[in-house]
């Protein structure tokens, strides 16, 4: 049986978006005022990567 790639990304679209994530995180992280709010900063990524990236 032939898998066409459509029908993987399809099953498989976290992997896809993964890196877009990640890169999100890591603009958030060179950003974010780490010295001023940590707890904020903190709290805003657990919140996006429990709630939103499952």
Same mark, same amino acid.
């Given at each position: 049986?032939?898998?066409? %790639? +459509?029908?993987?990304?399809?099953?498989?679209?976290?992997? =896809? %978006? %993964?890196? =877009?994530? =990640?890169? +999100?995180? &890591? #603009? &958030?992280?060179?950003?974010?005022?780490?010295? *001023?709010?940590?707890? +904020? #900063? *903190?709290?805003?990524? =657990?919140?996006?990567?429990?709630? &939103?990236?499952?």
């Amino acid at each position: 049986m032939q898998v066409s %790639l +459509i029908d993987h990304a399809r099953s498989h679209w976290f992997y =896809l %978006l %993964l890196p =877009l994530w =990640l890169a +999100i995180a &890591f #603009g &958030f992280r060179a950003t974010h005022p780490w010295t *001023e709010s940590p707890a +904020i #900063g *903190e709290a805003t990524a =657990l919140f996006d990567w429990c709630v &939103f990236v499952p």
